[in-house]
Structure formats: structure tokens, C-alpha cells
């Protein structure tokens, strides 16, 4: 199956998923203003053992069954990047550590707001900083940054990564 790792995904590891319905088609309408095209993923999360991932969801960061997306054909990161068991270990208690995170969608329009540049965008940058709430992709790449692995060579900021960004990764 396409998107399906040849091996069983490690704790640490991230997948991107397509998303149906007006969501997703609204998350791709934004990566498509922020820069990204019709992207084919709109949502990301964490596996973080056990058989259960976390993801932001509009209610918070939760902790759900892996199984959730299995018929959404997962790209998943394993065997992409060289991970040492203390990364995975840092990664999991990091995403576990952001539970109940809330999500914003004005996060979205940061996004945008950096795209077009404009003369707002730091205080915006700095409202969703200072308010701690985060999309699904922002939330994978904060968890690896708190782990001291940069997912990004560009040094962006983790408000500024979308799924297709993360799915960019996994395609290169």
C-alpha cells in the first residue's frame, strides 16, 4: 500500500495523512494561499508506542488509537531520518508533554500572513507563540525541536510548518 513503511512505524515517528470532507478541503485551500499548491496531505501526528499516536485535534492535543488513520494510507517518516533512542524517547515525552495543547485556527491565517509578508506578521508570530496553542504539523515539529532535532535546514520557526512541509520531507 502506498504511504505504508516497509516496516512498522518506531515510537518518534510522524506520518501525514490526507484529510476528506470541508476540513480538509479548507486546509488545502490554505497551503495552496501559503504557498504549498494542492497539496495531498492536510493533517499530521506523532506515534508515540503502544499503539497510540498524538495529535492536535480543535479541542486540544489528544492521545488516540494509531489505527485511526490506517485507511487514510499514512506517509510516515520511518527510516527517514537517524533517530538515536534517546531522540525517540525525547520526542514521545515531548509530544506527551503537549497534551491538552490547545489548537487555533488563526494559526492558519499566521501562515498566510508570513507568506505574503506582511507588516503584521511578527505581532501575529508572537500572539501564537505567546498563547501556546498549535496545528498538527506545528505540534510534530515543535516535539522533535524539543528533542534537539531540527526537521527543517531553513531554521524556521515551528508555526510556519505545514503538513505539506512535513510531507516535502518525506518525498525528497
Known amino acids: 500500500m502506498p504511504g ?14 490526507r484529510m476528506d470532507g470541508h476540513v480538509g478541503r479548507l486546509i488545502r485551500i490554505g497551503q495552496w494561499l501559503n504557498g504549498d499548491g494542492f ?26 488509537p494509531l489505527s485511526t488513520y ?10 527517514r531520518f537517524d533517530l538515536t533512542d534517546r ?19 488563526l494559526d492558519y491565517l499566521a501562515l498566510a500572513v508570513h507568506r505574503f509578508h506582511l507588516p503584521f506578521s511578527p505581532l501575529l508570530k508572537s500572539y501564537v507563540a505567546d498563547s501556546r496553542h498549535m496545528i ?5 515539529d515543535q516535539c522533535y525541536l524539543d528533542a ?8 524556521r520557526w515551528p508555526g510556519y510548518v505545514t503538513p505539506a512541509d512535513l ?4 518525498r525528497s
Do not use: M
Not at 525525547?90 to 495543547?101: E, F, K
Open 167 to 170: 510531507a516535502g520531507l518525506l
Open 148 to 155: 534537539g532535532v531540527h526537521l527543517f535546514r531553513d531554521g
Open 87 to 105: 531522540q525517540r524517547s525525547d520526542i514521545v515525552a515531548a509530544a506527551r508533554g503537549h497534551l491538552g495543547t490547545p489548537y487555533s485556527y
Open 39 to 64: 497539496a495531498d496531505y492536510e493533517h499530521a501526528y506523532l506515534h508515540v508506542g503502544d499503539g497510540l499516536l498524538v495529535e492536535a485535534q480543535p479541542g486540544g492535543a489528544e492521545l488516540r
Open 70 to 79: 490506517a485507511d487514510h494510507r499514512p506517509l510516515w517518516s520511518t527510516g
Open 136 to 140: 498538527c504539523s506545528q505540534l510534530v
Open 4 to 17: 505504508t513503511p516497509s516496516t512498522p512505524p518506531l515510537p518518534g515517528d510522524f506520518a501525514v495523512v
